[in-house]
Structures are given as structure tokens and as C-alpha cells.
């Protein structure tokens, strides 16, 4: 009971003007945060692969496992933070067993189960299926059984069965691209429609959370390909780094209009909320909105990946400062999650006050389990990779 007191007086210490006694405290932390981040990254990701098979990107083949494995990972993660959010997480399977079609958070884990057993996993298995099937061959012991297994015992590696598997594989991507929008869009969905809170009530938050992941998932996957290619001794193909880097910047063009574009129609339709909205990016938002989602998490990495293209940059020079940009964008990124959700509770629905955010570091809703969430993706892609290394995706590019 003291430390809750203690709590709460840090934090009346910080408030300003007039908040309503409920206020004090937020009910949506940093775990909050890391959901629709993860989510993100994920769709991200897919939507990356999807260029290869759908659009026929050939220069992004070297990533297009990577991609869909680092999907798979963070898929894996995605609905833990809310699950630790909960009081009672076990209460979570009602979700499955009394559907309620009218909420939207309740919806994901429909959303959540499709996209994980129907698409993800459908398309990584038809893309690996051959793979498998060579790899129960040659192993042996409990290798040979777990390739086995992970084939279901198929044996056709015939030229048909290859054909369709490929077939499968672009139908499967066909459908999860509007899956992959549908995971992430419905998060800006559940954002976008509180009313109540004009920091979030925006036709355009699905739109801008969508491009966001995309931006995220691009710079995601460049940085663990800079990173893993030369842990396994083998050549960053500069082409493909090259797409990649610009369809990162194209998309983070889009972002930053969008954004930019939410900003004006804000400050035209200038609401009475206007007033504490420009207080509180002027204040107590100035450095996370200002300073790293903008300056840091935007126009340095436009910058950076702009004057590469407009001039002649060393080989080395340009995976430099891709390595950088893909940094200080996923940084940005996840700002922009924490602008939106904690930034969003900041205010009073008075607009009169401000109230502020305290973060701790032990407990389910601290720093510590939140860092955790963020490594376990990780550490499940680095055993993703050692099952089904993608390394022969970048070897024949």
C-alpha cells in the first residue's frame, strides 16, 4: 500500500492544470506499446515476402525466407503483451469459445489464429516442403525424425508436386496479403474509433498504423539480413540490400504524407481539444514526437537513403548507412507506438491537464518483462534458422 501512495504522489508531482481523480494513473502501459509494435513488424514482414512471389521482385529472393520466418517469430510473440496485460489471461480462450463479433479486440484472436495456422504456416510449409523432405533424408537420428515430421511423412518430390507446391505457396501469399493488412490495420481500427479521445479519434490512424508496419517490417528484415549474412561467412547481396532500401524509402514517403497529412487536417479542423494537443507535443511529448519519431526515426534515415540514391556511395558506405537507417527507424517506429498509446492517456478529457506516465521496473507491466517480450522473438528466430535455415534462398540469388 505505502509503495502504491509513493506511486501516485511521483506521479501528482508531475500533473499540471486540472485532471479528473481516474486519470492519475494510466491504464494502458508499455505492454500496451509492444503489442500493436510487434504486429507491425509482422505484417511487415509478410507483406515483404509478398513482393517476391506476388510481384516477382527477383532482386529481394535472398529475403524472402528470412521474411516470412521473422514473421512466424514475432507472430509467435504478438499476443503475449496483451496477455500479460490481463488480470486473468487464462479468461483469454472466452474469446474462442463465446465469439463477440462486435468487439474489435476480441475479433483478433480470429484475426491472430487464421493468419498464424492458415497463412503463415501454410506458406512456409509448401515453401520448405521439397527442403524437408531432402533434410529427413540425409539426417539422421533425431534430426532425421523431426524433418520427417515436419514434412507429415510426404515423399513426392516430383515435378508436379514441386509445381504445386508453388502454386499453393502464391495462392496462400494471395490471401495473406489482405490478412496481413486486416492484423495490423485493426489495431489503428481499435485506436481510430474511441471517440472519445481526440489524440486517436482519426479516419487516417488504420492507415498510418499500416504503412508504419510496413516501414517497420521492411527495416526489420534489412537489418537482420546485414546482420546474419556475414555471421554465416556468406556475401550481403548489395542489389537486393539496394531494393530493399528503396522500398523503404518509397514507403516511408507515404508515412511521413500520411502523418503529415493527419497533422493539417488536425489543426484545420482545430476542435477545442486543440489547445492541450499542442501542449502536449510541445511538452510533454516534445522529445519522443519531435525529436526521435520525427527528426530521428524519419528524416535522418529519408535523408540518409535520399542522398544515396542522388549520389555515387561506396558499396560500403551505403551498407553503413542502410544499417544505421533501418536502426533509427525501427526506433522511430516504436515511438510512434508509444506517441499513440501513452501519449493518448497524457491528457485530460477535460483539456485542462496533463498527467504523466511513470514507468516501473520490476512486475508484469515493467521495463523488465516488456525488454523480454522484445528479445523472445529473437531468440525463436535464431531457432527458426537453425531448423530451416534460409541460407539457400540467399546462396542461388
Known amino acids: 500500500m505505502e509503495v502504491l501512495i509513493e506511486h501516485l504522489s511521483s ?127 540425409e539426417g539422421s537420428g533425431i534430426k532425421k525424425w523431426m524433418y520427417r515430421i515436419l514434412s507429415i511423412f510426404s515423399n513426392d518430390i516430383s515435378d508436379s508436386a514441386i509445381k504445386f507446391d508453388k502454386k499453393a505457396v502464391r495462392i496462400v501469399t494471395l490471401i495473406g496479403i489482405p490478412s496481413a493488412f486486416l492484423l495490423h490495420g485493426y489495431v489503428g481500427f481499435i485506436f481510430g474509433s474511441v471517440k472519445a479521445n481526440p489524440w486517436w479519434s482519426s479516419v487516417l490512424m488504420p492507415i498510418v498504423f499500416l504503412f508504419s508496419a510496413i516501414v517497420s517490417g521492411i527495416a526489420l528484415v534489412l537489418l537482420i539480413y546485414m546482420i546474419v549474412m556475414p555471421l554465416q561467412k556468406k556475401e550481403i547481396d548489395m542489389s537486393c540490400l539496394d531494393k530493399l532500401a528503396s522500398y523503404l524509402f518509397y514507403v516511408m514517403i507515404i508515412d511521413f504524407s500520411l502523418e503529415v497529412l493527419d497533422f493539417i487536417h488536425r489543426s484545420y479542423e482545430a476542435e477545442e481539444s486543440i489547445k492541450i494537443l499542442a501542449e502536449l507535443v510541445s511538452g510533454r511529448l516534445f ?109 542461388t540469388s
Not at 488480470?87 to 462486435?102: A, D, K, Q, Y
Not at 535522418?300 to 560500403?316: D, H, Q, R, V, W
Open 287 to 395: 522529445i519522443s514526437l519531435i525529436v526521435i519519431q520525427l527528426i530521428m526515426g524519419m528524416i535522418i534515415p529519408l535523408g540518409s537513403i535520399a542522398a544515396i540514391k542522388f549520389f555515387n556511395t561506396p558499396a560500403e558506405l551505403r551498407k553503413l548507412l542502410y544499417f544505421i537507417s533501418s536502426i533509427l527507424v525501427l526506433i522511430g517506429i516504436f515511438t510512434t507506438r508509444w506517441n499513440v498509446v501513452i501519449g493518448g492517456q497524457l491528457f485530460s478529457k477535460s483539456f485542462r491537464g496533463l498527467t504523466a506516465y511513470k514507468m516501473s521496473f520490476f512486475g508484469v507491466e515493467g521495463l523488465l518483462v516488456s525488454i523480454a517480450l522484445l528479445l523472445l522473438p529473437i531468440l525463436i528466430l535464431y531457432v527458426l534458422f537453425k531448423i530451416l535455415p534460409p541460407w539457400k534462398e540467399a546462396k
Open 11 to 137: 506521479i501528482l508531482k508531475e500533473v499540471t492544470g486540472y485532471i479528473y481523480p481516474n486519470e492519475i494513473e494510466l491504464h494502458w502501459g508499455l505492454l500496451v506499446v509492444i503489442y500493436p509494435y510487434v504486429t507491425g513488424l509482422v505484417a511487415g514482414a509478410f507483406i515483404l515476402a509478398s513482393l517476391v512471389k506476388i510481384f516477382n521482385v527477383k532482386e529481394l529472393q535472398p529475403t524472402y525466407r528470412m521474411s516470412l520466418l521473422t514473421a512466424l517469430a514475432f507472430l509467435f510473440v504478438a499476443p503475449l503483451p496483451l496477455l500479460a496485460h490481463l488480470g486473468h489471461p487464462e479468461r483469454s480462450l472466452e474469446i474462442f469459445l463465446t465469439p463477440n463479433t462486435s468487439s474489435a479486440m476480441a475479433m483478433f484472436g480470429f484475426v491472430y489464429a487464421w493468419y498464424l495456422m492458415a497463412v503463415l504456416l501454410l506458406e512456409i510449409w509448401f515453401d520448405y516442403r521439397k527442403d524437408l523432405i531432402v533434410w529427413g533424408k
